[in-house]
């Protein structure tokens, strides 16, 4: 969300009393921005490809909050879950078993049976997960669609971490280990039930060149697997989700419009009506939409450099402590009223509440001097960050409001509330302390 945008509901937060003393830290959601990125995300593919099925199923890992998946339903996209935790969350929200995708590398066989009970579509891993499907698939009809995932196993974008097409991924098979490939069009030919292919190269730091080149891979193999089988055994081609964003500025790029005309242009038979096709975007209809805001606790210099402390930490922007060169995050000041804060830049760091060293959102970061009892926005924390609580030092999970803009100025819907210390003791085995004792 572009900053100045967000001026208004960090007023509003301090005027509504949302960010008190006793509650230093919550986060936002522009509920209006989420739908905004639903709909542009629909647009870019409808444009290129009129005739084509879609399903646009969010990434609920980037998300994970039942109200946020309620309101992308409502916005026309689906649930790609990838955990019984996420399943469980998708259902919660109304999500129709035909809206959700289940992928994960470690599906159990329970989880595989649930997903066959429920109909909800899936994409096997790798091999051993076909053979153990073959047992399950027979006593349920009709069968959800199943697919599977392949790995076209074409490099690495720039977080390693995120790069699911490295030639040694953990994720799909490997298709050009040897004699993968046969086996995957074999496996396709001896089961008739299974129509998808599934690839997903990466996330943040994939280039869009590597991402369609994956998503051509795909389409390639299975116009082989449907020339084999002499039909259109292959029906549904998933082509994942990863679209990076551009935490740097308030610039939006690149976007799903620019992706979907890559593709049709490198990929020219994928839109042509044969292929109803699943997309998987996470990070990329949600960060912008996200802000966390957290109150300047104390103030101080350390060795010179003055130190903002507050209560977002590791345990909201996790990745961003642990690797700040990978997930810089940019910080926006207020003062204790919510203004803007104005003033030349300071080098500083502003640090969060957590027992380590490195627990800093930024270090020596150019802002207006921070004082005690300032607000400090961490932007575009809408994917992975608030929503992926991490809980270093039992901090516990901050409350969470959607806010959108009336006439009559900013409202705000709560999303989550923030988790109380009794819910924290009792998640810690707080029901039974002598268990150990006894
Ligand atoms: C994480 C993930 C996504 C979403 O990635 P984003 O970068 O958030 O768009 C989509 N598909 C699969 C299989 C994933 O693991």
């Not at 004082?371 to 609580?389: K, M, R």
Request: proline fraction near 7%; include cysteine; aromatic fraction near 6%.
């Amino acid at each position: 969300m572009p900053s100045s945008r967000l001026d208004p509901a960090v007023r509003a937060a301090v005027d509504q009393g949302l960010l008190t003393a006793d509650e230093p830290v919550v986060a936002l959601l522009d509920t209006d921005g989420v739908r905004a990125s639903a709909a542009a995300l629909r647009a870019a593919f409808a444009a290129v490809a009129p005739d084509v099925r879609f399903l646009h199923a969010f990434a609920v890992k980037a998300c994970p909050l039942v109200p946020v998946l309620r309101l992308l339903h409502d916005a026309g996209l689906g649930a790609e879950v990838a955990s019984p935790g996420e399943l469980a969350l998708a259902r919660a929200a109304g999500i129709p078993a035909s809206r959700t995708v289940l992928d994960s590398p470690a599906k159990t066989a329970g989880e595989l049976r649930e997903a066959l009970d429920l109909g909800i579509a899936l994409n096997a891993d790798n091999l051993q997960e076909l053979t153990r499907l073959d047992a399950l698939v027979t006593g349920v009809a009709p069968a959800p669609p199943i697919g599977l995932r392949v790995n076209p196993q074409l490099g690495a974008g720039s977080i390693g971490a995120l790069s699911t097409a490295v030639p040694t991924s953990k994720f799909g098979v490997a298709l050009r280990d040897p004699g993968a490939r046969e086996e995957v069009v074999r496996a396709f030919l001896d089961r008739p039930w299974l129509t998808r292919l599934h690839v997903h190269s990466g996330s943040q730091g994939v280039p869009l060149g590597l991402m369609a080149e994956g998503v051509a891979e795909l389409y390639v193999l299975a116009e082989e697997i449907n020339a084999k089988a002499g039909r259109t055994q292959v029906d549904t081609l998933d082509i994942g989700g990863g679209l990076p964003v551009n935490f740097a500025s308030d610039e939006d790029t690149p976007t799903h419009t620019e992706y979907a005309r890559l593709l049709a242009e490198r990929v020219p038979g994928l839109f042509g009506g044969r292929y109803a096709l699943v997309t998987e975007y996470g990070r990329s209809l949600l960060a912008r939409h996200g802000t966390v805001l957290t109150r300047v606790e104390y103030a101080k210099t350390s060795g010179g450099r003055p130190v903002a402390v507050t209560h977002a930490g590791v345990q909201l922007a996790t990745r961003t402590v642990y690797a700040p060169e990978t997930y810089p995050l940019r910080l926006a000041a207020y003062d204790a009223g919510g203004r803007p804060r104005t003033g030349p830049d300071v080098v500083q760091d502003v640090a969060g509440p957590a027992c380590f060293a490195g627990d800093l959102l930024a270090a020596a970061r150019p802002l207006p001097r921070l004082a005690q009892g300032d607000v400090v926005a961490v932007l575009d924390t809408g994917a992975y960050c608030f929503s992926s609580h991490y809980g270093y030092n039992s901090l516990p999970r901050p409350a969470v409001h959607g806010f959108t803009r009336t006439a009559e100025g900013i409202r705000f819907a709560p999303v989550r509330r923030a988790q109380t210390l009794a819910e924290l003791v009792a998640e810690s085995g707080g029901a039974d302390p002598d268990a150990l004792v006894r």
